[in-house]
């Protein structure tokens, strides 16, 4: 597509921008606002270079912001409707990406979905309510639309440009939360302090929309400033580390904390030798671990420290580990299964919730009450146990390991396998998987470096041995009189 508007675009566009103009005067504001809009949007597409990428990127990032804002009033409700919208059409967009794979990498791919799929049937046994059952499994499975959001991007773009696109999609978004969140500290608009910090809602009217994006920057430009060839400038990712860390300071969050240790440590096993299906198990894992930390550390026999860091951690810790002693109840009444999707952690039906929350004693208990209910989606974990049982659980976590070990055999590039892990590791403090903004964050530029062809560098133990093999070999040669 050429670079610039074509001779005959310009008049069309100007000729429409002049009836447009006259609606908004003599007939309908809205209208003629809208029409102005998207002419311009149709231009843009039709003659910009990768305009049409550009123009679904866009529309991400504000499905992104827009379903977080939604959630917490800051957008009409109906406007988080847009991420669900877009994720639908991600959908049919999937296949694609079977023509990136081999056979063993598309064996993978589809356990991947086989056992997510088990996973969610399991809930379905358990459930009573048609219509909870399949919003529930929509929001628990609308993840992949993101995968095929990324794939339908993939498409428009060189296989060599496909990362870089990610990276700066990443850092555009966490460059806008930056700026809106100085913003705001510069008009105070702000209420509260947080460990000495302004409490503020940046782009997405959320702090822990904020860092998970911050998060997910920083991640990108630790795992793959090493890689050859390098998506970014040094400049570029200077910006970037800069910039994430700024974010997610002022995020005023631990969260991201996780995601990031159980990088570098799986990363660190990757670099020396761990075979892939012993890291997809130990990510997989993962949120288990997380969640018995936390039940550890708010054991009441444990001596609280005064520190106001410590005492937020411990507070934001003890309704997820509530919220997950309470699943444990329910999968215990009715084993192997739970509740039933759409019960316990879903937000669909108030009266669903409020009765299984009654039989998991949590009814009356702060951030799970029926006028308040602050903490009753915030542990994914227990989520999937509460709704599914133990034997939906077991088949998720299956599902996880498989869809770390997919992305590890996949790509050569470090990204795709760290956003897996990073999930993970989120799960027990973040609804990651049925909340549409964070898969769009996190699946989409995954999915863009999944789908870019070419050769990482490899890990540095690997050059090292491959260095002191051919030493070895120079040594053998010379020895048997070789004149090589």
Not at 119 to 136: E, K, N, P, Q
Not at 211 to 232: G, K, Y
Not at 246 to 271: C, E, M, N, Q
Not at 441 to 465: Q, S, T
Request: charged share 10%.
């Amino acid at each position: 597509m050429p670079a610039v508007m074509s001779r005959t675009a310009w008049p069309v566009t100007l000729g429409g921008l002049a009836l447009a103009l006259g609606a908004l005067v003599a007939v309908s504001p809205a209208a003629g606002g809208a029409l102005i809009v998207g002419l311009l949007l149709l231009t843009f597409v039709v003659n910009a270079r990768e305009g049409i990428p550009l123009l679904i990127l866009g529309t991400a990032a504000m499905a992104a912001v827009l379903y977080v804002q939604a959630t917490q009033g800051g957008a009409p409700s109906a406007a988080k409707y847009l991420a669900d919208a877009l994720l639908l059409l991600g959908i049919p967009f999937l296949p694609r990406l079977g023509r990136l794979l081999s056979s063993r990498q598309g064996s993978a791919a589809n356990k991947v979905l086989v056992w997510t799929l088990v996973s969610a049937l399991v809930g379905v046994v358990g459930a009573t309510d048609l219509h909870a059952t399949i919003i529930a499994n929509w929001q628990d499975l609308r993840w992949l639309g993101a995968v095929g959001i990324g794939l339908l991007v993939a498409d428009f773009l060189e296989p060599g440009q496909r990362r870089g696109w990610a990276f700066r999609w990443l850092l555009a978004l966490n460059l806008l939360n930056a700026a809106v969140s100085a913003y705001q500290i510069l008009s105070h608009a702000y209420t509260a302090t947080r460990l000495g910090l302004p409490e503020i809602t940046g782009l997405f009217g959320q702090t822990t929309a904020n860092s998970i994006a911050a998060t997910l920057l920083l991640i990108f430009v630790i795992v793959e400033r090493q890689s050859t060839p390098r998506p970014m400038s040094r400049g570029e990712m200077q910006l970037a580390l800069g910039i994430g860390v700024l974010d997610l300071v002022l995020s005023t969050r631990f969260k991201p904390g996780l995601a990031i240790v159980a990088v570098l440590a799986l990363g660190y096993l990757r670099h020396a030798g761990a075979r892939p299906i012993a890291i997809a198990f130990l990510g997989a894992a993962t949120p288990i671990a997380v969640t018995f930390a936390f039940a550890w550390i708010t054991a009441p026999s444990r001596g609280q420290s005064e520190n106001e860091a410590v005492a937020s951690v411990l507070a934001h810790a003890t309704p997820r580990v509530q919220f997950m002693s309470g699943a444990q109840v329910l999968a215990a009444k009715r084993f192997p299964l739970g509740e039933g999707s759409g019960t316990y952690g879903s937000d669909i039906s108030p009266a669903a919730e409020q009765s299984a929350f009654g039989k998991a004693g949590l009814a009356g208990v702060y951030g799970f009450r029926a006028h308040d209910p602050q903490f009753n989606s915030d542990n994914f974990v227990a989520h999937v146990l509460g709704e599914r049982g133990y034997a939906g659980l077991a088949a998720w976590l299956v599902s996880l390991a498989a869809l770390i070990y997919f992305a590890l055999i996949s790509t050569p590039w470090r990204f795709p396998p760290s956003v897996a892990i990073a999930t993970a590791a989120l799960a027990p403090v973040v609804p990651i998987f049925r909340d549409g903004s964070a898969a769009l964050i996190l699946f989409l530029p995954a999915a863009l470096c999944l789908a870019a062809k070419g050769r990482a560098a490899p890990p540095l133990e690997a050059r090292a041995r491959a260095a002191c093999r051919s030493r070895s070999h120079s040594r053998i040669r010379k020895s048997q009189g070789d004149p090589l």
